[in-house]
């Protein structure tokens, strides 16, 4: 009997399912689990409520870095506001047996950086956390779960997930990609295109030459924001340079079981004639660096265009959103994106935290000064891109050049912690999110590349990161 063809996607859900259960949704196991503080404290309390133990306590790891600080020395008690669930993730995670990264583990940080870097995230499997972002790991090709508080409790209960199947969708990045082009502007673009609802309900899998090209790095960034197009979930279909990634770190397996892994691991691409809903084209060769103008991701543009004039949309809905997005943003209609004063230029978050993203941006303010009236931060996503980092001499670079040098954690972009945009203030940042409120009450936020963000520090105003090179 011939094997119908089946997308990646597909591949790895089928492998994990346990059963379809009559409410018409898919049970499947859960191969690793991570935990931060915010969204685990809940479900913990469920358990001890219903007299229930963790399941499978050696396939779940915690984290702190939501609400952790991030200044240079600091501790559980730095930030008050989140000692009590730092207190609690790190009782409830001994209690449980399972393994914990605080602020003073070598290994802690974003929990979206953290599980590629340790090997906890791995090609063909299904990992999920509490946190939305969680499709961070489609770029090793694993299907990222990110879940609400219940849905933790129910993972560390039966290590399974009982989810609504995703629909299959796919997005071709074709065409060369031009200088100053980062992945962030990739996915930026996509945003711009579908809409923060082009994605809804689909495990979105991107592809193409320009796909294949990127770092495995860059592809983490692609994935980390397929839930801002409104997917369940985005994946990359592993290959060589995954194997690679991947070889080597602590949790991922070792000698033969390494090489019986990576056999498996190559079946876990889309079959030629796999189909999906959706198929996507996007020309890479058109695309400029990106930035943001409004209040949603799909709120994008070149960075030689301009705030668009509400008037010329004949959708009312559509209008009355852009004129309050442009409102809330202190902008107006027709004004050039290049020259927008900034006040802050944040290069962080789980989008654009790694080595790769610090070493890009380092390049551009190398023997420069950021403009006096501009705050900058780079918050590293781990410890371990921090050591990194310093055994390159990045933090030296970007302290000379005028930007706090911070321990690793979510910082900025969640603005749940010290690390808040005043209200009123323009900050340009690598994070992936520039909602209303995102970065602090009636803070504005421009979503870019960490080159870009770079840039606009120096000048003091969004620019174009090209340029910026050229001068």
């Given amino acids: ?36 503080e915010t969204t685990s404290a809940v479900a913990f309390a469920g358990l001890k409520r219903s007299g229930r133990n963790v399941r499978h306590p050696e396939l779940t790891i915690a984290t702190q870095d939501h609400i952790v600080s991030t200044d240079p020395g600091r501790d559980e008690d730095s930030y008050p506001g989140g000692r009590e669930l730092l207190t609690l993730m790190r009782s409830n995670a001994y209690a449980s047996r399972i393994k914990h990264f605080g602020v003073d583990d070598p290994r802690q940080g974003i929990v979206h950086v953290i599980a590629p870097e340790l090997g906890f995230a791995l090609p063909g499997s299904i990992l999920a956390c509490g946190d939305s972002h969680t499709s961070t790991v489609g770029g090793l090709g694993a299907l990222g779960m990110g879940v609400g508080t219940s849905e933790v409790e129910h993972v560390l209960a039966t290590q399974t997930l009982a989810l609504t199947r995703p629909r299959n969708m796919r997005v071709r990045f074709e065409g060369k990609v031009g200088t100053g082009i980062a992945a962030k502007d990739l996915i930026l673009r996509a945003m711009g295109e579908l809409g923060v609802a082009g994605g809804r309900g689909c495990a979105v899998e991107y592809a193409g030459p320009a796909i294949e090209a990127l770092s495995v790095e860059a592809r983490l960034t692609i994935c980390n924001m397929s839930i801002e197009l409104g997917a369940r979930l985005g994946l990359i279909a592993p290959d060589e340079k995954t194997f690679a990634y991947v070889k080597g770190r602590e949790f991922a397996p070792t000698g033969e079981a390494y090489d019986r892994a990576v056999e498996t691991w190559r079946r876990l691409r889309s079959d030629e004639n796999a189909v999906f809903e959706r198929n ?103 410890m371990s891109v921090k050591r990194e980092a310093e055994a390159r001499g990045l933090h030296e670079i970007f302290r000379a050049a005028g930007f706090e040098w911070r321990e690793a954690g979510c910082s900025m972009c969640v603005s749940i912690n010290e690390d808040v945009v005043a209200p009123g203030s323009r900050c340009i940042a690598t994070s992936n999110r520039n909602f209303e409120n995102r970065q602090g009450p009636r803070s504005r936020t421009h979503l870019a590349s960490p080159v870009m963000v770079a840039a606009a520090a120096l000048a003091g105003h969004i620019t174009d990161v090209r340029q910026e090179r050229q001068g």
């Fill in 1 to 36: 009997m011939a094997v119908e063809p089946s997308t990646a996607f597909d591949k790895i859900w089928n492998a994990h399912l346990v059963a379809r259960l009559d409410d018409g949704r898919d049970l499947v196991f859960v191969d690793r689990h991570v935990l931060q």
């Fill in 280 to 382: 996507i084209l996007i020309d890479c060769s058109r695309i400029a660096p990106q930035v943001t103008w409004g209040t949603t991701p799909e709120h994008v543009a070149g960075i030689e265009d301009r705030v668009p004039d509400p008037a010329g949309f004949s959708d009312a809905r559509r209008r009355d959103g852009i004129a309050q997005a442009i409102n809330y943003m202190g902008l107006e209609p027709g004004m050039p994106l290049a020259g927008i004063p900034i006040d802050v230029a944040f290069i962080g978050s789980c989008t654009n935290s790694r080595i790769s993203d610090l070493e890009a941006a380092a390049q551009v303010v190398k023997g420069r000064r950021i403009a006096p009236n501009v705050r900058g931060l780079v918050v590293p996503g781990s």
